[in-house]
């Protein structure tokens, strides 16, 4: 191991820049350039993150998930695919644009600069945002296909989107209407109802005499145009007033008010009776629409009151609320007022202004209309026949109820199905620039959808789409759609889709409607969500709040790989995390550990051997050459653990169940690797071991890490690449290969000059880029494959046995605060002829590990300690007087017992409770409740030295 000196601390500084590069130049991000024969596929698109800024741990948890994903499937053997790319977010971007340009000041700068120049202004905030997220991505390690980079707003996607709208208006599902919209007055543009989020809030509910009734609102403002009483047709109070008319003093004088009988109203609320507001309610527009009432807009698209509100035209409608409200009070229509309601307001998802609905001329998909399914014939989806009747809300249920399209968590069934039955058509345009212009133009009342007109005097709807239009078609337009591409045929449906829990009905559920409708395919098998990243209180990230975390700033200081872990172990689909830096930095440590674990072998081991060739051919069982009969009981315990761990990660990665792969994976590193095996190898009994095994017995440890290496790529992928690549290099060493051997080439050929091997820890990662080296690259080797023959129960149960005991001696050591460099004597009883045979055999490993000086039954002097496991009792010599110890005992007794009782009269002293703050109350119910925790423990102690009396250390009988 001389010529391949490891640096004593992983920086990942040194290696990740290098390291991405040295991938990107291999081309294996590119399914079509990975080495083998790969007869499966699998495929996954990125969540496209908006182009409004920088990455956020959201994105970052994304990013890690996928890249677990996509390394785990090519590293075995499947054709794997993620597509990139970004999504133009068009109001986001818009308002985000406009914001700045305020700030230079502009006042308005739409009208200022005009559609052109303002879409150029967009357009190169959205680019200079795409070139930060692509870098991020870079940094965090994800290995996505470059080339197949895709924009929501670009040309292939507008294609789609162009398509997919003719096609849907063909078949009578995409139509023109006016109907009420959720309106944002800031963003001016229209809402999906999916867009719209509901802030609990406390508000003035006001009562008016309207006629013979009373009628309750928490909007004064809408009611000018009221003029239709709605009564239930059962409600026998009102019966002789339906379908009359009457005269009712109202804000701007008399109005004629008609009675409906409908059952929309309530009988038991109030006075049973209830005015209607159709241009301000959706539940009023649709009654409206039903009897032919006239919709009255009473607010404007800027939030002011229009002509119909009389006198009070032109007003903004919320800050005129309280002199409508006093106009009626001078009439003596007001009943009463309620102070306290409490009701959920609507407001915009992306300002936060409060949503008014409006009658609008716009786009609506019609998610109820029956059209004839077009079945695929690549890959049809279960219980639908070509030419079937059906509707779009009918097949986003049957694929996820059918079991066609699992969702992760299953919990999330419920939400979706509950969304898709209270689903309205969706409004799919909006009142602005940036974005999919809607591709329908007009010319003398002609009109024509899908592509622009050849010819002259034509000229477009001004309005564009929603964004999730165009990334609803995600799955299929990143693929080629609407062309018959070999990368739809190959790809689609994809695996899985990964994204977060709260756009489950923004993206999820509309990709499903889309790609069920134009292409008769389900668009993913799988729909794993994560939940959000927290702080480490729970609390939301917020500039506000000072808590935000960049993944930036993390991979800067503790390394892109433990950034990863810190998102990945710890979460479980559907549920939020806490994230500290704190957590990220404890990875960094985690990271340095198989750092020095490997540093460690290598630097011990005669023969380095990579295990298993790259992708193309099957890999190796990587123990199957060790002899039982030469591998001692601790050779055989690791061998087994190993062949089990190995097992159990690849069934959790294959279920999605990310986090209980780490941990199992960390818990065999950290603890039974490093903690135990490397630990025992040192033993002196277990160096000669290995050396009368010979080349068998020293494979073990290099066999064991280049297999944990594999398993540990999918998370963490630059520290085990790069110690992949000191371990072909210690390879090359070991088996005298010369200086043009395959891991000997200096990185002048990669574009990384001057990075030769002498002269850099990083040499290796530029070595592997090379087009001669790259399938020594460790993402494309292949997968461990368990060897479970290895298994050993009997090793397992009997190293079990020493752990047990070598733990035991070190807590009774710890407890009575025994010098760590100072050795004890130990005398061990049992009734088990096999436990004393397994621990005579390795007692130097025992004696090594927890410090013991003398087993002789004799040595075993004066005051002991004891611990019993099962049918073994160890009882460790404590170094001390027992007349001294116990007179030190009684002392911190007392003590103890003066305490407890000093703090339990304050705490029971009530005019100290009520006048102390509570922090000081409740931290001294804490220190109460430890010191008496701490009490019990220095009774038990006492209650040992009185009670010991000395045994001979011996076996007492034996059992089968």
Partial sequence: ??????????????YEDDMYAAWETSGFFNPDQLPGERTESFSIVLPPPNVTGTL???????????????????????????????????????????RLLMKEGMKDPRRELGREAFLKRVEAFAAESHDIIVNQAKKMGASLDWSREAFTLDAQRNRAVNAAFKRMHEDGLIYRGDRIVNWCPRCKSTLADDEVEYREEKTTFYYF?????????????????????????????????????????????????????????????????MTITPAHSFVDFDLAKKYGFDIVKIIDEDGNLTAAAGSFAGKNAHAAREEIVAVL???????????????????????????????????????????????????????????????????????????????????????????????????????????????????????????KPQSDGWEQDPDTLDTWFSSGLWTISTLGWPDQTQDLRVYHPTSVLETGYDILFFWVARMILMTTYALGEVPFRHVYLHGLIRDEQGRKMSKSLENIIDPLEMIEKHGADATRLSLVIGTTPGNDTKLSEEKVAAYRNFANKLWNIARYILSSSSRVTPTGPAIGGEAESSLDAQSSREMTLADRWIASR??????????????????????????????????????????????????????????????????????????????????????????????????????????????????????????????????????????????????????????????????????????IRAQYQIEPKSFVDVRMETTDDHAAGVLEENWEIVQTLAKVKDIRSDAVQGVTAAAILGPLTIHVALPVDPVAERARLVKARDEKVRYIQTTQAKLENGDFVSKAPARVVEEMRAKLEMARGELEGIEKQMQEIASFSSTRFARSGSSQ
């Fill in 209 to 273: 005499t309207y006629g013979p009734v009373v009628i309750g609102t928490a909007r004064p403002e809408t009611k000018f145009a009221d003029k239709v009483l709605i009564v239930h047709p059962d409600d026998a109070r009102y019966a002789s007033w339906v379908g009359k008319e009457m005269e009712v003093e109202w804000i701007e004088g008399p109005v004629m008010a008609k009675v409906v009988a409908d059952e929309a109203a309530e009988m038991d609320m109030g006075s049973g009776a």
């Fill in 329 to 451: 009070q001078k009439k003596g229509l007001v009943d009463h007022v309620d102070e306290n309601y409490v009701h959920n307001l609507s407001v915009c998802y992306r300002c936060g202004e409060a949503v008014e609905p409006l009658p609008k001329l716009q786009w609506f998909i019609d998610v109820n209309k029956p059209f004839p399914f077009r079945a695929s014939s690549h890959a049809p989806m279960e219980g639908v026949k070509d030419g079937q009747e059906v509707t779009l809300k009918g097949l986003m249920r049957h694929v996820v109820e059918t079991g066609q399209i699992e969702i992760l968590p299953d919990r999330f069934h419920k939400t979706y199905f509950h969304w898709i039955d209270n689903l309205r058509d969706w409004n799919i345009s909006r009142q602005l620039w940036y974005g999919h212009r809607v591709p329908v133009w007009y010319r003398e009342g002609e009109m024509q959808i899908g592509e």
């Fill in 56 to 98: 956020h741990m959201g994105h970052a948890v994304m990013l890690a998930l996928e890249d677990i994903m996509v390394r785990f499937a090519r590293m075995r053997g499947k054709r794997a695919l993620w597509v990139p790319g970004t999504d133009h977010a068009a109001i986001a971007t818009q308002a985000k644009v406009e």
């Fill in 1 to 14: 191991m001389a010529k391949n000196t490891i640096p004593k601390a992983y920086e990942s500084k040194q």
């Fill in 642 to 811: 190993f062949a089990r761990v190995t097992d159990e990660v690849t069934r959790h990665l294959e279920r999605y169940e990310f986090s209980q792969a780490g941990e199992k994976l960390r818990d065999f590193t950290w603890n039974e690797l490093a903690d135990w095996y490397l630990e025992v190898s040192k033993v002196p009994s277990q160096q000669r071991a290995s050396l009368a095994g010979g080349p068998l017995r020293t494979d073990l440890l290099t066999t064991i890490l280049s297999d944990l290496l594999k398993l540990w790529h999918p998370f963490m992928p630059f520290v085990t690449e790069a110690l992949w690549s000191h371990m072909a290099i210690a390879s090359d060493d070991a088996n005298d290969v010369g200086a043009e051997g395959s891991f000997r080439r200096s990185l002048d050929s990669t574009g990384s000059a001057g990075l030769a091997r002498d002269d850099s820890p990083v040499s290796a990662v530029g070595d592997l880029a090379r087009d001669d080296s790259a399938q020594n690259l460790l993402m494309i080797q292949s997968w461990p494959i368990a060897d479970l023959s290895q298994k050993d129960e009997q090793a397992e149960r009997d190293f079990a046995l020493l752990q047990q005991a070598i733990t035991a001696i070190r807590n």
